[in-house]
T-cell receptor, first 116, second 114 residues
């Protein structure tokens, strides 16, 4: 089975540039999550979607961050303009809907983002 | 907010058992998880336990839950070098956010020595 697929795996860009991270969830999963991992703050939930609709974006740090899910198989996390403090590993995760019980989240391999 | 705490490092010899501990503050935690993260990779789900259980065993892994003390542990029997990784404890509460918001610990780096 294909897992959660993220692209790119690595991104290095200069501050002020727009960054777009992409995620393809596991087919049939109704929930999609975006996390950020840093040494200082650990794993933080940024936003999650249910059936393509954003449910909780309280973890999105600033207006520079935005996330979309135009269809069930694709989501983007965009940072515009990017800043050096946005450097982190960004993970996408997905899980099935509640009809399958409270199933755990499955994570992608992450995008390692470096803003110079 | 809720908090999950883990010790940062654990070193064991190959073949020994490893015990990674986790404490949490949410007395209403419903599900507790253990994830493994290898260098450069994402989080791999190892096992999880529902809060009405005390123990769960899956091959070399044993999870123990003490709800009274809000303490979760992961025991890895016959630890191998391939078990070297960071192990994250996480909890969620069905009553808040439908069990979708995970609170993660800081992670325990397990080093297996020959």
């Amino acid at each position: 089975d294909a897992g959660v697929i993220q692209s790119p795996r690595h991104e290095v860009t200069e501050m002020g540039q727009e960054v777009t991270l992409r995620c393809k969830p596991i087919s049939g999963h109704d929930y999609l999550f975006w996390y950020r991992q840093t040494m200082m703050r650990g794993l933080e939930l940024l936003i999650y979607f249910n059936n393509n609709v954003p449910i909780d974006d309280s973890g999105m740090p600033e207006d520079r961050f935005s996330a979309k899910m135009p269809n069930a198989s694709f989501s983007t996390l965009k940072i515009q303009p990017s800043e050096p403090r946005d450097s982190a590993v960004y993970f996408c995760a997905s899980k099935p809907g509640p009809l399958d019980g409270n199933q755990p989240q499955h994570f992608g391999d992450g995008t390692r983002l470096s803003i110079l | 907010g809720e908090d999950v705490e883990q010790s940062l490092f654990l070193s064991v010899r190959e073949g020994d058992s490893s015990v990674i501990n986790c404490t949490y503050t949410d007395s209403s935690s419903t599900y507790l998880y253990w994830y493994k993260q290898e260098p450069g990779a994402g989080l791999q789900l190892l096992t999880y336990i529902f809060s009405n259980m005390d123990m769960k065993q899956d091959q070399r892994l044993t999870v123990l839950l003490n709800k009274k003390d809000k303490h979760l542990s992961l025991r890895i029997a016959d630890t191998q070098t391939g078990d070297s990784a960071i192990y994250f404890c996480a909890e969620t509460n069905i009553l808040t956010g439908g069990g979708n918001k995970l609170t993660f610990g800081t992670g325990t780096q397990l080093k297996v020595e020959l």
